[in-house]
């Protein structure tokens, strides 16, 4: 199915995760044609309106070939949404170079050459708007996370800086801290920890997937807000 010139393109990395399917899904329910991007594509179990493609965000040829295939097919990317990610937890002295790399690759690298890619095609378009989403831990860096924190946390710094190079090309840049949702990557935390979670909350529970894809849908509808970073759950931050 082509795209007509009415029809925005959304491209979501990491489609096929708890976050990735609701995002797709709210995308989709609000008229987006979507991209579904991720490493394992079954053709067979895409909805109307979403297209999978096969995407490693750990290789700039690979995204670029992407990208390439979505333009040609759609002719114009709209919104582009960082969400794949990994997490490999452990203390610093039992923390692998290779669980640091890989964490750092795919959270931020994997971010930094999608949004490259895309950034071309925006540029010309003058329109388009890149949303990352980032972490809580960047703000806090928990114990046992000094990779995903250092992620998350250069997540935040590039989302401010593309912000301010792109937004003359009229190319909106933003961060979502979701907050602790109920996917696979929090499944082994078990009740106990995730209940210390909704403790933390001023509202006295995590956020939930549906909310944070209305979020990001709402977001996507905007012209004005650009290089800003929202928590959307209830921990309440210092100011400094």
């Not at 309106?49 to 995204?63: F, G, N, S």
């Not at 709402?218 to 931050?237: C, E, K, M, P, Y």
Request: net charge positive.
């Amino acid at each position: 199915m082509s795209a007509d010139s009415s029809t925005r393109v959304a491209v979501v990395t990491g489609a096929l995760g708890g976050l990735g399917r609701a995002l797709t899904a709210e995308l989709v329910a609000a008229g987006w044609q979507v991209v579904a991007a991720t490493r394992a594509p079954d053709s067979a179990a895409a909805p109307p309106r979403i297209c999978l493609v096969p995407l490693d965000v750990t290789d700039q040829q690979h995204i670029d070939e992407a990208v390439s295939t979505i333009l040609t097919r759609f002719h114009r990317i709209d919104l582009l949404v960082n969400n794949a990610g990994v997490t490999a937890d452990a203390a610093l002295a039992q923390m692998s170079e290779e669980d640091w790399t890989r964490v750092i690759d795919v959270n931020l690298n994997g971010a930094f050459r999608c949004a490259r890619a895309v950034a071309r095609q925006m540029i010309r378009q003058r329109d388009g708007h890149i949303m990352n989403i980032a972490s809580h831990s960047a703000l806090f860096g928990p114990r046992g996370q000094a990779n995903y924190a250092a992620a998350k946390a250069g997540l935040i710094g590039l989302t401010q800086s593309l912000a301010r190079e792109l937004g003359s090309r009229n190319v909106r840049v933003n961060a979502i801290l979701p907050g602790v949702l109920p996917t696979r990557m929090t499944a082994h935390l078990g009740p106990e920890r995730m209940e210390n979670f909704a403790r933390a909350n001023a509202l006295g529970r995590i956020n939930s997937l549906g909310e944070v894809a209305r979020f990001v849908g709402f977001l996507a509808t905007t012209r004005n807000i650009s290089g800003q970073v929202f928590a959307l759950d209830s921990r309440i931050a210092p100011w400094t």
